[in-house]
Every structure is written in C-alpha cells, then in structure tokens.
C-alpha cells in the first residue's frame, strides 16, 4: 500500500498558529553533534515570541542536565525553550522505581551520569537480571555482529535488555554512528526481551506532557501539540502512536536519501521498516521563513 504524498511545508512560519506546543528533537533538527542549525534555532526564537511551548524531547540516553552541559557547549540559548526531557530521565526513573532489583551498564563510560544516586548498579553482569544498554563500546566493537556472543550469553541466562536510547543510528557530522537501538534489535532478533525508554514509546511522552500539565496548571489536549523530528522510527512513530501530528525533518539522518531532491518517501518507509507509518508534513529543514518565497 502506498503512502501517500505528504505536505511539504516551506515555512514553519505558515503552520506557528496551528499549535500551540512542540515537542521538538533535538539531534538531527536542533544540531548534528557538531554545530547547531541556525534556522532550527531562529524557528525557536520566533516560537518564543509569540508565546509558544518548546518542549526538546531527546533520546540521549544521559540526563537532562548533561545534555544542558553538552547544548551549552554549543552556545545553545536554554531560555528559547520551557523544558528538556531525555529517554535517559525516564530510563533512570524507572531504576529507582525497582530498588529490587539489580541493573548492569552496557555502554560507555560517558553515560555513566545516568546511574547518579542509583544504588542498584552492579559491576558485574552476573549479579543482574536487567541489562541497561547507553550504546556500543570501544571494548567490544563498533559492529552489531561483535555483540553476538555476549548477547547469546545473556539470552541464555534469561537477562532484560533496557534499551536506554531506541534511535538505531545518529548522525554525527557527515559520520552515521550506530546507537543502543540498533544493539536493542539486533538482542530481540536473537531471541532475548527488551525494553524500551524513549522515543516512540509512549512513556516518555506520558512523561512530558504531564510534567508541562503540571508547569502550566492546565489540562494539555493533544490537538495542541506538534512533534518535530527527523526519525521516521523514533519521532515520527512516536508521535503517531501518541495521536499527536508531526512534521518530518529530512536534513538528519535522511539528508543523503534526497538527494537531487528525490522525494520517495514510500521508498524511506519501506528502508526503514516502517511501512504502517504515515507522514503528514516535512520540511527541507526546520526554518522559520523562505527568503525565496
């Protein structure tokens, strides 16, 4: 079945009083790992202005205030936005939920923020039923087939997977870097179970909205809300599964899929296995006005 067309917005501009919160992503729209996007930022500054809700919705698997540290960096304005909520948050709010049991880090040692005043974190595997997987590591390997081993040995002793990040690739750069979504797929292809917090499960916008309900003081209905992002898999399905609309970004990990301006976009869903998906609206990239228009 063919998806069909979707509309293309010029100007985000055009479709600013149709919404009035955006829960916006933040690699691949916002910035690229690198350096920030500037019209991404303008969109943003323009939002502001006119009194509109940007909550940043990120699948980094570290906390909030890391990822402030990391924007920072940037010389990104934290003002031009009402909050920051990353799938390591929701991650580590559902560790220290469960104090009965005992986690294990799979990841490197840079998300190690994400155990911050956690007690039931074990150095040794062996001790844990739960795997708490942040991405790959140099240790074992930059291949998801370098895991099949250690995979196959957790399997067998009937260990969780939690998947702290489900993106399966980030764009860093020109560079496309696997990320712990993609160890995540390949742990349940090998038979194991997985958990997932993030985008596009729904607890982490649970997670959003009701902590703006709480900041604003009033019932949120989903027909205000706009999801930003440039994941078919993440932010898009995401969205859909929320009943929220969305808008694709397609200078993110997509940007070498259109090039010559190729627009198949039932050619990107069915490459990203995510044929029930429909997309609705996309951008070039996010920009408050076109000066060719």
Not at 101 to 129: Q, R, T
């Amino acid at each position: 079945m063919k998806n069909h067309f979707p509309e293309e917005i010029k100007q985000f501009h055009d479709i600013s009083n149709q919404y009035e919160i955006y829960f916006v992503d933040l690699w691949g729209v916002i910035h690229n790992g690198i350096k920030l996007f500037d019209n991404a930022v303008q969109v943003l500054r323009e939002l502001k202005k006119i009194n509109k809700k940007v909550i940043l919705i990120s699948n980094a698997p570290r906390l909030k205030k890391t990822v402030k540290k990391f924007l920072e960096k940037l010389n990104f304005d934290l003002d031009l936005v009402e909050m920051l909520i990353t799938s390591g948050d929701v991650t580590q709010n559902y560790i220290l939920k469960n104090k009965d049991k005992f986690f294990y880090h799979l990841g490197p040692k840079k998300d190690a923020d994400l155990f911050e005043n956690v007690i039931n974190i074990s150095k040794n595997s062996e001790n844990c039923l739960e795997i708490v997987c942040t991405g790959l590591i140099d240790e074992i390997g930059h291949n998801i087939s370098d895991y099949q081993n250690l995979f196959e040995t957790y399997i067998n002793k009937n260990k969780t997977f939690v998947c702290a990040n489900p993106d399966e690739v980030v764009s860093r750069g020109n560079k496309i870097e696997f990320c712990a979504g993609a160890l995540a797929k390949y742990y349940k292809k090998l038979g194991g179970k997985v958990i997932y917090f993030g985008k596009p499960h729904h607890h982490i916008y649970d997670f959003a909205k009701i902590e703006l309900e709480r900041r604003v003081d009033r019932k949120i209905q989903k027909k205000e809300i706009l999801a930003v992002g440039d994941n078919l898999k993440t932010d898009i399905l995401g969205a859909q599964n929320f009943n929220i609309d969305s808008l694709l970004i397609l200078n993110g990990i997509y940007k070498d899929f259109f090039r010559n301006n190729d627009l198949n976009f039932d050619k990107l869903i069915k490459s990203s296995e995510a044929e029930s998906l429909i997309i609705k609206k996309y951008q070039q990239e996010l920009k408050w006005k076109n000066d060719s228009i």
